[in-house]
């Protein structure tokens, strides 16, 4: 997005209209007939008026697909994954049966990538799941340990380059030789010692191979990416970010750590949350001013009613998840977080942002008192259950959709969606939930 001259002038209301139009212009779309830049435009609109909540034509639905889309088409979840073309077949066979108002990109991540890197932070078909698995799991422990706070803290940078990326990362295991990055008098003497140890030159040859499988991987992404643009789907560009006790809890300390954490040494936690919160925020905005979508897509973990007391959350997970919030609202963007887990006791604290600011979207929180609290102050959306769609008939996902159509989506605001994504789902529960959307969804005036 071209930024004018005088953004830092504008209010964060003024900056999000300019994405806004931005995001209706559907710059460099050729669109392949009338009636596709109709619905483009007609997309947009519902969407818009959904989170600013107004009134729309009808409520918008969204699908999580998750790896449904290879399923569909015949093929599993690790055929996808090392086959490029077929991963494109899989995805467009998915964006032409099913009519929904946005289309994410379904791509769970390249396996001959995942191989060349040697990945350790995640497990996936052809290492160590099934070939059927319904998605990658992510591995979970200590990749910074307990006594190292302060090297984080100190220098965040160097941390990264010389511990957390060889823990992560087989093909970086070269980098934990290296001396602290602390001083820029020998850096570069450092460099080119590296470049002479062996284990430097494999590394550099690894990722030259794993860049080239990128591109190559890249290449058709953007290719159907476009083609679903000319279709008629908006833009599914935007950023991404972390609220920052999730950074620690799922990346650095796990889960485990981060809970012990809480009570032996919260200091270091908080202080460690301030010092991300900067990071994730630059990097957030970076991603969003690249793409045409106004929406920062919010993966929620670690702040639930389950994982930690109120006060805990008060203390640990909604000041510096707040502040990143607050950032991307006076840049005009559009958070849109999911809610894991249940955050019935939460949602007050989501008042504390401007109205018409935010898209919550929940998985099991109860959606009645959701629009209770919320209802009129922010756009939510979700609570379409994957076990719902996974073992429900048409009939029962037809019967909840309306249920949830009539609870949110009085005086709008509301976005039929699920909270989860899914794989092997009977196609017809989909279409169920697409067509209650568009016919039993309709304001009418």
């Given at each position: 997005?071209?930024?004018?001259?005088?953004?830092?002038?504008?209010?964060?209301?003024?900056?999000?209209?300019?994405?806004?139009?931005?995001?209706?212009?559907?710059?460099?779309?050729?669109?392949?007939?009338?009636?596709?830049?109709?619905?483009?435009?007609?997309?947009?609109?519902?969407?818009?008026?959904?989170?600013?909540?107004?009134?729309?034509?009808?409520?918008?639905?969204?699908?999580?697909?998750?790896?449904?889309?290879?399923?569909?088409?015949?093929?599993?979840?690790?055929?996808?994954?090392?086959?490029?073309?077929?991963?494109?077949?899989?995805?467009?066979?998915?964006?032409?049966?099913?009519?929904?108002?946005?289309?994410?990109?379904?791509?769970?991540?390249?396996?001959?990538?995942?191989?060349?890197?040697?990945?350790?932070?995640?497990?996936?078909?052809?290492?160590?799941?099934?070939?059927?698995?319904?998605?990658?799991?992510?591995?979970?422990?200590?990749?910074?340990?307990?006594?190292?706070?302060?090297?984080?803290?100190?220098?965040?940078?160097?941390?990264?380059?010389?511990?957390?990326?060889?823990?992560?990362?087989?093909?970086?295991?070269?980098?934990?030789?290296?001396?602290?990055?602390?001083?820029?008098?020998?850096?570069?003497?450092?460099?080119?010692?590296?470049?002479?140890?062996?284990?430097?030159?494999?590394?550099?040859?690894?990722?030259?191979?794993?860049?080239?499988?990128t591109i190559k991987w890249g290449r058709v992404a953007a290719e159907c990416t476009r083609i679903c643009r000319e279709m008629g789907y908006p833009a599914g560009g935007g950023g991404i970010a972390l609220a920052p006790f999730d950074t620690v809890a799922d990346m650095l300390r796990g889960t485990h750590g981060s809970v012990m954490d809480m009570y032996r040494q919260p200091d270091k936690l908080l202080e460690a949350c301030e010092k991300i919160l900067n990071f994730t925020l630059r990097s957030a905005l970076e991603t969003a001013d690249a793409g045409d979508s106004p929406m920062?897509?919010?993966?929620?973990?670690?702040?639930?009613?389950?994982?930690?007391?109120?006060?805990?959350?008060?203390?640990?997970?909604?000041?510096?998840?707040?502040?990143?919030?607050?950032?991307?609202?006076?840049?005009?963007?559009?958070?849109?977080?999911?809610?894991?887990?249940?955050?019935?006791?939460?949602?007050?604290?989501?008042?504390?942002?401007?109205?018409?600011?935010?898209?919550?979207?929940?998985?099991?929180?109860?959606?009645?008192?959701?629009?209770?609290?919320?209802?009129?102050?922010?756009?939510?959306?979700?609570?379409?259950?994957?076990?719902?769609?996974?073992?429900?008939?048409?009939?029962?996902?037809?019967?909840?959709?309306?249920?949830?159509?009539?609870?949110?989506?009085?005086?709008?605001?509301?976005?039929?969606?699920?909270?989860?994504?899914?794989?092997?789902?009977?196609?017809?529960?989909?279409?169920?939930?697409?067509?209650?959307?568009?016919?039993?969804?309709?304001?009418?005036?």
């Amino acid at each position: 997005m071209e930024k004018p001259e005088n953004w830092s002038e504008l209010t964060w209301q003024e900056k999000r209209e300019k994405r806004f139009a931005w995001w209706r212009a559907a710059h460099g779309i050729n669109f392949i007939s009338k009636e596709a830049r109709a619905k483009h435009d007609a997309r947009i609109d519902r969407m818009i008026k959904a989170i600013k909540i107004e009134i729309p034509d009808r409520v918008p639905v969204n699908i999580a697909a998750g790896s449904f889309p290879a399923y569909y088409a015949g093929y599993d979840l690790k055929t996808i994954m090392y086959d490029v073309e077929k991963m494109r077949e899989a995805w467009m066979k998915f964006a032409r049966d099913f009519d929904t108002d946005s289309l994410g990109w379904m791509s769970p991540g390249n396996g001959l990538v995942n191989d060349i890197m040697g990945s350790k932070v995640y497990r996936w078909p052809g290492d160590g799941l099934p070939d059927d698995a319904s998605m990658i799991q992510f591995v979970e422990t200590d990749y910074m340990k307990t006594d190292e706070y302060d090297a984080f803290l100190d220098n965040p940078t160097d941390y990264i380059i010389r511990y957390f990326l060889p823990r992560t990362y087989g093909v970086f295991a070269p980098l934990a030789k290296l001396s602290p990055l602390s001083s820029f008098m020998g850096v570069s003497n450092q460099m080119m010692m590296a470049a002479g140890d062996p284990d430097f030159r494999k590394m550099a040859r690894t990722l030259l191979k794993a860049y080239n499988e990128t591109i190559k991987w890249g290449r058709v992404a953007a290719e159907c990416t476009r083609i679903c643009r000319e279709m008629g789907y908006p833009a599914g560009g935007g950023g991404i970010a972390l609220a920052p006790f999730d950074t620690v809890a799922d990346m650095l300390r796990g889960t485990h750590g981060s809970v012990m954490d809480m009570y032996r040494q919260p200091d270091k936690l908080l202080e460690a949350c301030e010092k991300i919160l900067n990071f994730t925020l630059r990097s957030a905005l970076e991603t969003a001013d690249a793409g045409d979508s106004p929406m920062v897509f919010i993966p929620m973990h670690k702040g639930d009613d389950m994982f930690m007391s109120d006060k805990q959350f008060e203390k640990f997970y909604w000041p510096s998840y707040k502040k990143l919030l607050m950032g991307l609202i006076d840049e005009g963007l559009v958070p849109s977080p999911v809610v894991d887990g249940t955050y019935n006791r939460r949602l007050e604290y989501l008042r504390d942002l401007p109205r018409a600011s935010v898209v919550w979207t929940f998985e099991k929180t109860d959606m009645a008192l959701a629009k209770k609290v919320l209802g009129g102050h922010a756009c939510i959306a979700g609570n379409v259950t994957g076990s719902l769609m996974c073992t429900g008939t048409p009939e029962d996902v037809t019967r909840y959709c309306r249920w949830l159509i009539d609870t949110c989506a009085p005086g709008g605001g509301y976005i039929l969606s699920m909270g989860v994504s899914v794989d092997k789902v009977n196609p017809e529960n989909f279409q169920a939930m697409i067509k209650t959307a568009k016919e039993y969804g309709v304001y009418r005036k």
